[in-house]
Structures are given as structure tokens and as C-alpha cells.
């Protein structure tokens, strides 16, 4: 892993942990907003083996963006050199800058930056500038202002539930969102066994709220299911195994493992769903945690199975 400090790479980090040896995120870096967007001016740059950067791109499908925020896709492996551009399946190459690594994106736009070199991106490519880097921003952005120029009627970002769907965000974050790379990268047994106690209860707790509720804040979709949603897809595929998070998988919660077909099937999603590319980066990017970089062949789910929500 690498991060640029001042504009130059500095290869050779690690999963950054505490004294206690629980993982540690560092925060983003460009938090900006647009007012007035404008179709075709704007370009995502993401990763589809990333659950960040998978919100942005479940929202743009489910909102009929495609053809108003074009993406870029980085190469699924995640090596010294950071994200990289390539010619693998799946992957589309920089149309702005051409460049080779994600990084030069960042000092493109910032010289002189430090920090890590994150998906999603969001970039102006009139002034070629970095919008935002925050996935949870930029998925925002999306619902609430690049909706004015989406033809789809979907509200995923209601002003009236706006600070439930907040709340609930919130809530699942620590324990599940990140709380999955809590336990997988942690280095003492304490921290490990912390995170893995906050991610079963905090499943625990989405199972039985699903049991009752089509969706997390009501019998609509909204930001707080994608955010959700992109965390529960990796789950059984790669979190499961290789972060050993293996108290129970999502297939055995029959409320979540429906939510998770449900979201699936609805259009557009499935084609922001890239396996391989997931598989992949999580097998094959982390040394530390999977040292021979052996991807693992299973499982073999049917996402698209009578979810039974409706």
C-alpha cells in the first residue's frame, strides 16, 4: 500500500492500527458540492471491487445517470503503485488526464497533496478538479442534486426522512461498513474479537428491523439500503473468508440475504455487481492478511432467487 505525502509516493504502509492494533481510517481530503450540475460535465472515477466507490455506482445506475456522470474503472489489484488503470475486463482507462495510476488524478488536481489515493473520485472536468472524494458525499450529491437532471422517478434522499436515513447511516457504519476491515485487519486478538462482537450485533440488529421493513427506514429505498447493500454483497463472497468474519454468513439471515436479492434485481444494479473484480482486488491487495495472494473460488450464490420482499 502508498499513500502521496506532498505530492510524491511513498510505498511500503500497511493497514494503518492503534496502539491496541484496531484498524484505523484515515479521514478524505476534498469535500466539495455542486449546485447546478450539468450532464456530461462530471466524471466518477471508481473501483468495482470497492464498496465505497459501489454506492456511487448503484446510485447512478438506480437514479438513469449513465448518460449524464461517465466512470472510469481502476484495475481491481491494488499494488504498491496504488489504483492503476489497465486493460482488463471491466476496466475503462482515464479519458481526462491518461494516466496510469489514480494518483497522478490527485496531483493533478492537487500538487501538493497528501493523503491516500481513494475511490470514488468525483472530478470536474471542465476545471479538472476533484468535486469530493467522500463516498457518503458523493452518494448525496447524486440523490439529491444530480437528480434534478434524472428522469427517473426515484426520490433515494427524501427531505422528510433525510434525518432518519442519516441516523441510520451512522448506525451502520462503525459496526458494519467498516467494521468488516476492523476485523480483518486488525493485529491483536482483543481488537479483533471487538470488532466481530459490534458486526454480529449490529446484523443482528438490521435482521430483526427487516424482518418487519421492506427497507431500512421504511417500505422505500433509500441511500442508508445502498449504503448497507454494497457492504452485505461482499459479504459471503470475500469478507466472510478472508477478514474472518465467519460468525454466520449473510445466506443465514433470511431477512438480510432477501434484501441483499432484492436490491440486486432491481434494474441496473446487477451490472454495477462485478465479482471477479471484487474477488480479486480483496485476494490478491492485501499481502498481510493473504500472503500467497490465492483468490478463493466460491461462494456460489443465486442473486437472483425470489427475494420475497415485495
Known sequence: MGRLVDGQWRTGEVAPTDDGGAFQREETTFRGTIEAPEAG????YVSY???WAHRTLVARALLGLQDAIDVSVVDPHMGEDGWAFSQRAGCVPDPIFGAEFLREVYTAAKPDYTGKVTVPVLLDTQTKTIVNNESREVLRLLCTEFSKISDA??????APKRSEIDAMIDANYGPINN???RAGFAKRQPAYDEAIDDLFSALDRCERRLRES???CGD?????DICLFTTLIRFDVVYHTHFKCNVKRIVDYPALWGFVRDIYQMPGVAQTCNFDHIRRHYYGSHPDVNPHGIIARGPALDYQSDHGRA
Open 214 to 216: 421492506r427497507f431500512l
Open 153 to 158: 422517478r426515484i426520490d433515494l434522499c427524501p
Open 41 to 44: 460535465r462530471y466524471l466518477l
Open 220 to 224: 422505500t429505498l433509500t441511500e442508508a
Open 49 to 51: 471491487a470497492c464498496p
Open 179 to 181: 467494521g468488516v476491515y
